[in-house]
């Protein structure tokens, strides 16, 4: 069991319940409709891609190679890129910040991280064959 990706695991899910709160209750006050999406889908995806990091923390026991823990990494990469960069715009948004359009972009790298951390965990199951 790789102990570093339980422990960010549990931190990211109590992250995710305070935020998912704070976005069904006060956020809702604050914004339009529009930015609520980009924040519950930021708190969404960072939910479903603990309970990822969750796995790989478990079968890292059994399938212990650098597959593994890279799908680690890039899950926890993909958080930060992925769902940070939503609360962010969500924030700047919010405060009509202007100048952070470079956050738009970042999204995606995201999403590469997360599709890369899914491949590497199947990858991960076939060098142990």
Avoid at 36 to 41: D, N, R, S
Avoid at 66 to 88: H, T
Avoid at 98 to 106: A, Q
Wanted: glycine residues 10%; contains cysteine; proline residues 2%.
């Amino acid at each position: 069991m790789h102990k570093g990706f339980l422990k960010t695991a549990f931190i990211l899910g109590a992250l995710s319940v305070a935020l998912g709160a704070f976005g069904a209750h006060a956020l809702k006050d604050l914004v339009s409709q529009r930015v609520v999406v980009t924040f519950e889908t930021a708190v969404r995806y960072q939910f479903y891609h603990l309970f990822a990091l969750l796995f790989t923390a478990v079968l890292y026991k059994e399938f212990n190679n650098r597959w593994m823990k890279a799908a680690g990494y890039l899950f926890i990469g993909g958080i930060v890129l992925f769902c940070g960069s939503l609360y962010m715009l969500c924030y700047v948004q919010a405060l009509v910040l202007p100048g952070y359009k470079w956050l738009g972009p970042v999204t995606p790298f995201g999403g590469v991280a997360f599709i890369a951390g899914w491949m590497s965990m199947f990858i991960a199951l076939l060098k142990k064959q």
